[in-house]
């Protein structure tokens, strides 16, 4: 059974990089598309954009400039940058695993709380 | 505001049924399949329903949904107290190339 678990800081400061990982379990990586998706208080979800296992990638066209994924198939992990953060960026982010067949998330990871402040 | 329209609220009390739409374009709900998530406070959405109507192992058949030109829905008949979550719709969107959510409909059982 595959899971998915988020890591990193819970605490960026405004104008800096969020970083975050997700690590892939009970299965490889090396299938299917992966993607991050954010959910800021009060608000409904977002996607932020999904990373093939080749490492092609598309994002969200409201945070294109902003977002870096990369994806490391060694340590089954893959990755999210948001650059020039503001306190708009302060969400839920959750990674999940994407079918190739639609808007098809499943499994997800439990979630982690990034919060921009200084 | 998000791609896909959804109610921001729906309520039905216990054994009633529910319905929850789910309005998008031409581009996405109106060639592509519909899926629905469930989402509980504190915990990871969960898949409902995928393929517009299928439901996943272990979905109580409660859950049905369909899908109508440009429009879904979600159905939850015999409402149940532990049914009161926030419910997404998504589907792809071939314009943008990747998935869109609706902003969800908080489902309140009275």
């Known amino acids: 059974q595959v899971q998915l678990q988020e890591s990193g800081p819970g605490l960026v400061k405004p104008s800096e990089t969020l970083s975050l990982t997700c690590t892939v379990s009970g299965g490889s990586i090396s299938s299917n598309y992966w993607s991050w998706i954010r959910q800021p208080p009060g608000k409904g979800l977002e996607w932020i954009g999904y990373i093939h296992y080749s490492g092609s990638t598309n994002y969200n066209p409201s945070l294109k400039s902003r977002i870096t994924m990369s994806i490391d198939t060694s340590k089954n992990q893959f990755s999210l940058k948001v650059s020039s953060v503001t306190a708009a960026d302060t969400a839920v982010y959750y990674c999940a695993r994407l079918s190739n067949t639609g808007a098809w998330f499943d499994p997800w990871g439990q979630g982690t709380l990034v919060t921009v402040s200084s | 505001q998000s791609v896909l329209t959804q109610p921001p609220s729906a309520s039905g009390t216990p054994g009633q049924r529910v319905t929850i739409s789910c309005s998008g374009s031409?581009?996405?709900?109106?060639?592509?399949?519909v899926y629905w998530y469930q989402h509980l406070p504190g915990a990871a959405p969960k898949l409902l329903i995928y393929?517009?109507?299928q439901r996943p192992s272990g979905v109580p058949d409660r859950f049905s949904g369909s899908k109508s030109g440009t429009s879904a829905s979600l159905a939850i008949s015999g409402l149940r107290s532990e049914d009161e979550a926030d419910y997404y719709c998504?589907?792809?969107?071939?314009?943008?190339?990747?998935?869109?959510f609706g902003g969800g409909t908080k489902l309140t059982v009275l």
């Open positions: 393929n517009t109507n």
């Open positions: 998504a589907a792809w969107d071939d314009s943008l190339y990747g998935p869109v």
């Open positions: 031409s581009s996405n709900i109106g060639v592509n399949t």
